[in-house]
């Protein structure tokens, strides 16, 4: 499988490292000379290309594209219409119109195209999946996450489209259900233009009630995930030197009486959420499944999420 990244800095330095370490990385485009140069030699096959139309037209698999994501939507569309598989890292595109058109242009043309929600194929998060398949917290009744840091700030996208789309992919994989309703509450703490911290919730058809804390300009780190069932609750903290997922046997009886039967530690298995989501895009091109959008819908109800809470 020949892949091509477009974008070689910030987290396409990651998809070609990653793109390397599985035999697929076959090409690079940016426009930054010397950014390009210093992948002179990462391997035999690699092409390194100053712009996209040098590239679009060369026998490539598929592009991941890596650019700031004001930029996604006119790369996608050339490259959709040039009949190549992409994936798009997140946020797809800026827009809900947009993003629908990305889609629409996919299925047109025959295409697969994703996108890049990595957290979706974290193994920490799809062992929480299977536990909650398997019942061990009865149904789901609220989800919260906190995605706060201090860095990076950014010139373009608000904290919301820079961060949010993390938390969101995880509630619409767990909630499985279609948005009802949203708020949001965004600050302009360091005075620009755009806002650097944001709170929202989501609440589902299904009942789920939602709600996350994304900043960037916060005293320390943190990334806290939890799902609170009819039976127990699910904690899980990607920023802890321990990355434990615990089961936590807490619940309320119809007595309503206060039950704690302790907490579990629950094994998963370790491994890269980049490298699993690039082997999925490689296999489904490999398979030709196209027909698979699937993740390009829950791509697509992101931005449309995202949209409504910036109303």
């Known amino acids: 499988m020949k892949v091509c990244v477009i974008g070689a800095g ?11 370490k599985l035999g697929a990385l076959y090409g690079i485009v940016d426009f930054n000379t010397t950014l390009l140069n210093s992948y002179k030699g990462i391997n035999q096959e690699c092409v390194l290309y100053h712009s996209l139309d040098d590239a679009i037209n ?34 797809i595109c ?4 947009e993003a629908k058109q990305i889609e629409n242009l996919a299925i047109e043309k025959d ?21 909650l398949i398997d019942n061990h917290i009865g149904d789901i009744k609220y989800i919260y996450s906190n995605r706060i840091n201090f860095g990076k700030i950014r010139s373009s996208e ?9 938390d969101i992919s995880l509630f619409l994989y767990f909630a499985n259900s279609e948005v009802i309703n949203v708020s ?20 589902f058809s299904n009942a789920i009630d939602s709600h996350s804390f994304v900043s960037w300009y916060h005293p320390f780190k943190e990334h806290r995930f939890v799902v609170i069932g009819e039976n127990g609750m699910i904690s899980y903290e990607d920023s802890s030197n321990e990355k434990n997922i615990e089961l936590h046997r807490k619940f309320i009886s119809k007595d309503g009486e206060l039950i704690d039967k ?8 370790d491994g890269s959420a980049l490298e699993n989501q690039l082997s999925f895009f490689l296999e489904s091109i490999k398979n030709k499944s196209n027909h698979n959008y699937s993740n390009l819908k829950l791509s697509v109800k992101i931005v449309e999420t995202l949209e409504k809470l910036e109303e």
């Open 10 to 20: 910030g987290w396409g330095k990651n998809h070609i490292n990653t793109l390397n």
């Open 58 to 91: 060369q026998d490539f698999d598929g592009f991941v594209i890596a650019t700031p994501a004001e930029t996604h939507f006119e790369i996608a569309k050339k490259l959709i219409n040039a009949s190549h598989n992409i994936l798009i890292e997140k946020p």
């Open 94 to 97: 800026l827009k809900f119109d």
């Open 111 to 131: 295409c697969f195209v994703m996108g890049g929600h990595l957290l979706l194929f974290h193994p920490a998060y799809i062992k929480i999946k299977e536990l």
């Open 158 to 166: 608000n904290v919301l489209w820079s961060l949010a789309p993390h």
């Open 184 to 203: 949001c509450s965004s600050s302009h703490v360091i005075g620009n233009k755009i806002s650097d911290s944001s709170t929202f919730n989501l609440k």
């Open 262 to 269: 302790g907490t579990d530690f629950i094994d998963y298995e």
